[in-house]
């Protein structure tokens, strides 16, 4: 999870598991990682460096949660090299008419919303609970299902910072923006760039297929235009 600029966002999982409204949130979602972290375990075998009941580790005071907070708040990104320039304005005019504001909503570049992972029904309590995009995008929903942080959705991520971020989807499965406006990627024959798995030579790596249509020009100007954000 990339921390800076984690104070616009609402969500602190991929899931959608920990709701961030204000700093409390943010502290209590450290105390979980520090402290509950210490226990996790499948079966016998323990996570890390997870020790054996009782955890040895300190827990953090409220003071060093609160200064954690405020350091991670004060986090700011890299300068980045990718200046604004004819090619990259071609590139957000793309942006906006194929309709990716519509997730990626500047000036955040996220709506800020959660949407339903594939094969999930939503409940009708949380359409009152949570800010919820009815829109499945396809991705792959095991994190979302099949995981003890699942919610069944996913947060909408901010495009905020692509340039020096990858690699791509939920678990990094494409080095590149390039990659990921790759129309091969959806086939099972795809041989993924980033993660692939124990064992695994090819693999589809599903979901998103917005841009995949776009001429080669249209993407590169695209691409170009992310990499300013």
């Not at 499945?136 to 995981?147: F, K, Q, W």
């Amino acid at each position: 999870m990339d921390l800076i600029g984690i104070r616009d966002r609402k969500y602190l999982d991929a899931t959608g598991l920990n709701q961030h409204r204000g700093i409390g949130d943010l502290m209590r979602y450290a105390a979980l990682v520090n402290d509950v972290g210490q226990y996790n375990h499948y079966g016998e075998f323990r996570v890390g460096d997870a020790p054996p009941e009782p955890p040895t580790r300190a827990r953090l005071s409220e003071a060093q949660l609160y200064a954690l907070a405020l350091y991670i708040y004060s986090l700011k990104p890299p300068e980045n090299p990718n200046k604004p320039s004819t090619l990259t304005r071609r590139g957000e005019q793309i942006f906006q008419s194929e309709g990716c504001a519509m997730c990626h909503t500047p000036p955040l570049y996220t709506n800020n919303k959660l949407t339903p992972a594939e094969g999930f029904t939503i409940p009708e309590e949380h359409k009152k609970k949570y800010d919820i995009l009815p829109v499945s995008v396809g991705t792959d929903p095991r994190l979302a299902l099949e995981s003890r942080k699942g919610t069944g959705y996913y947060r909408v991520p901010s495009l905020r910072g692509v340039w020096y971020r990858g690699p791509f989807e939920r678990n990094g499965s494409v080095a590149t923006l390039e990659d990921w406006f790759d129309p091969k990627r959806l086939g099972d024959d795809y041989a993924p760039t980033g993660f692939k798995g124990f064992g695994v030579k090819t693999r589809a790596v599903k979901g998103h297929e917005f841009g995949l249509k776009l001429g080669a020009e249209d993407k590169r100007v695209l691409i170009a235009f992310l990499r300013t954000l």
